[in-house]
T-cell receptor, first 113, second 119 residues
Framework: QKEVEQDPGPLSVPEGAIVSLNCTYSNSAFQYFMWYRQYSRKGPELLMYTYSSGNKEDGRFTAQVDKSSKYISLFIRDSQPSDSATYLCAMKAGGTSYGKLTFGQGTILTVHP | GAVVSQHPSWVICKSGTSVKIECRSLDFQATTMFWYRQFPKQSLMLMATSNEGSKATYEQGVEKDKFLINHASLTLSTLTVTSAHPEDSSFYIC???????????????FGPGTRLTVT
C-alpha cells in the first residue's frame, strides 16, 4: 500500500464548475500538507500549505485536512481553463519541518470552456 | 516569492557522455536541495537530498556514482549524470528549501525542470 493515494483521473469539468481533488494517506506522522500544481513540462508550483487539521482558503482555492480520517482535499471554485494541469498532493512528517515530502501520483485536471 | 531556476531546460546528449544540470535559488538561501526524477504521467521520485557543504543522501536504488550531486553554496546545487544511457532519459526537477529574506520559511520550492534525452 502506498503511503499517499491519489486518484490519477483524468478529471474533466466545464468552466465554472467546482472541482474537488482528494488524497488519502496512511502515515499518522504526517503533519504538513501541501498541494502543488504542475503544468505540462514544468516544475510543480506550490498552491497551498497547511499544518495539521483544518481549512485554509486562498482566493478560489480551499484546502481541507481531516487528520482523523487521514484525508485531505483541495477545492477549486469557478474553475477556469487555465486551471488545467496536474495537481499533486504532498505531505511530510511532523516533529520537524525538515522531513522529505511524500507525493501522491497526481490528478490530471482539464477545464473545458 | 521564492524562485528556483534550472539550467539547461532541455538537453540532448549521446550515450556514454556526462551531463550537468544546475539548480539555483534566486532570492533565498537554500540550506537543503532535493533532486527528483519524473517519468511521463507519473509523480516525482526523490533521488537525493543535499545540505549545503555536506554529502548528498541518496534514496534507495539511486546510484550515487552515476548521479553526482554537489551543493557547494547556499544558492547552487548541481546534478551530473555520468555515462548517460537512454534509460536515463527523464525529466529532472530540483527543489530548494531554506530561509527566505522575508522570514523563516520551510516550504519547498521547485525549479522548472530539465528534460534530458540520451540518444
Amino acid at each position: 500500500q502506498k503511503e499517499v493515494e491519489q486518484d490519477p483521473g483524468p478529471l474533466s469539468v466545464p468552466e465554472g464548475a467546482i472541482v474537488s481533488l482528494n488524497c488519502t494517506y496512511s502515515n499518522s506522522a504526517f503533519q504538513y500538507f501541501m498541494w502543488y500544481r504542475q503544468y505540462s513540462r514544468k516544475g510543480p508550483e506550490l498552491l497551498m500549505y497547511t499544518y495539521s487539521s483544518g481549512n485554509k482558503e486562498d482566493g478560489r482555492f480551499t484546502a481541507q485536512v481531516d487528520k482523523s480520517s487521514k484525508y485531505i482535499s483541495l477545492f477549486i471554485r469557478d474553475s477556469q481553463p487555465s486551471d488545467s494541469a496536474t495537481y499533486l498532493c504532498a505531505m511530510k512528517a511532523g516533529g520537524t519541518s525538515y522531513g522529505k515530502l511524500t507525493f501522491g501520483q497526481g490528478t490530471i485536471l482539464t477545464v473545458h470552456p | 516569492g521564492a524562485v528556483v531556476s534550472q539550467h539547461p531546460s532541455w538537453v540532448i546528449c549521446k550515450s556514454g557522455t556526462s551531463v550537468k544540470i544546475e539548480c539555483r535559488s534566486l532570492d533565498f538561501q537554500a540550506t537543503t536541495m532535493f533532486w527528483y526524477r519524473q517519468f511521463p504521467k507519473q509523480s516525482l521520485m526523490l533521488m537525493a537530498t543535499s545540505n549545503e557543504g555536506s554529502k548528498a543522501t541518496y534514496e534507495q536504488g539511486v546510484e550515487k556514482d552515476k548521479f553526482l550531486i554537489n551543493h557547494a553554496s547556499l544558492t547552487l546545487s548541481t546534478l551530473t549524470v555520468t555515462s548517460a544511457h537512454p534509460e536515463d532519459s527523464s525529466f529532472y526537477i530540483c527543489s530548494a528549501r531554506g530561509l527566505a529574506d522575508w522570514g523563516a520559511s520551510y516550504e519547498q520550492y521547485f525549479g522548472p525542470g530539465t528534460r534530458l534525452t540520451v540518444t
